[in-house]
């Protein structure tokens, strides 16, 4: 990943209201009254009760709530993978659920990095295809795409995993593998749902490293849906959502890099 923080042609804005106010980076991605709801036999349950999100670059911004909360439906109808029954979805300026279907799946080719539970990798590929193929078909020539996938696996501590496939892989470092390849296309926005679960307490604390190395080092607005409260401590603001509504929605205590730089950093490889 080789994004920096907004240059010429992305001013920074003026604060709004709440939380993200009190921070200079700009605005990435800003929500307005996203309502859905699911119909189940004769019944419709809402998930989501008119909310109000917004994140910016450089930041992690964790959303945490119980099982049932809404949260991972708020994180895919932000990144265009969910169509809500009403409100609005701004992101890099763009209204993303106002573009029709091919232009808003090339929206989240060049511009979103996806990050599940499950990894969803491919058995048959190695690491370095698995990243390869994404770079590919966002346009790349083959040699760049490899040039940039191995580049993309070095940075999470896999350089001399290249070639190994999914089932050759522990859980941490198939998580790394799919953070690459969501790094390594440079994109300004980062969903990550529940990135961390499948994962024992040292590779998650890894995992959410690597996260926030993307917001701080390369400018990426990074929103991670968990349900653990040990990862607060990376974060550099937190929204609790419960029964589809945003209970509570504050800034870190203090910088998230302060808080994790005095965690020992974990070793990457053979993790």
């Known amino acids: 990943m080789r994004l920096g923080p907004a240059g010429p042609g992305h001013p920074e804005e003026e604060p709004t209201c709440g939380p993200a106010a009190m921070s200079a980076n700009p605005t990435a991605i800003e929500a307005h009254g996203v309502y859905k709801r699911f119909k189940t036999g004769r019944t419709h349950i809402e998930v989501l009760k008119r909310v109000d999100f917004d994140a910016r670059h450089g930041e992690v911004t964790m959303v945490m709530g119980p099982s049932g909360s809404g949260k991972s439906t708020l994180v895919a109808a932000l990144s265009g993978l969910l169509k809500p029954d009403e409100g609005q979805v701004r992101a890099l300026d763009t209204d993303i659920w106002g573009l029709r279907s091919g232009k808003l ?30 770079l590919k078909h966002q346009g790349h020539s083959k040699s760049v795409a490899r040039e940039k996938a191995a580049l993309a696996l070095d940075e999470v501590g896999l350089g001399k995993r290249l070639h190994q496939r999914p089932a050759e892989l522990s859980g941490g470092e198939k998580q790394r593998v799919a953070i690459a390849r969501a790094l390594a296309k440079d994109p300004r926005l980062v969903f990550a749902d529940e990135p961390t679960s499948a994962l024992d307490g040292e590779n998650g604390q890894i995992v959410i490293r690597l996260l926030q190395r993307a917001a701080k080092q390369h400018g990426a607005a990074v ?14 603001r937190i929204i609790h959502l419960e029964d589809g509504q945003i209970l509570e929605d504050r800034r870190a205590a203090e910088p998230a890099q302060s808080a994790a730089d005095r965690r020992p950093e974990p070793a990457l490889l053979g993790a």
């Open 105 to 134: 799946d090339r929206f989240r080719l060049d511009h979103c990095g996806f990050i599940f539970q499950g990894f969803n990798l491919f058995s048959a590929l190695t690491a370095l295809q698995q990243v390869e193929i994404i």
């Open 223 to 236: 929103i991670c849906v968990t349900h653990d409260p040990r990862l607060e401590a990376y974060a550099d």
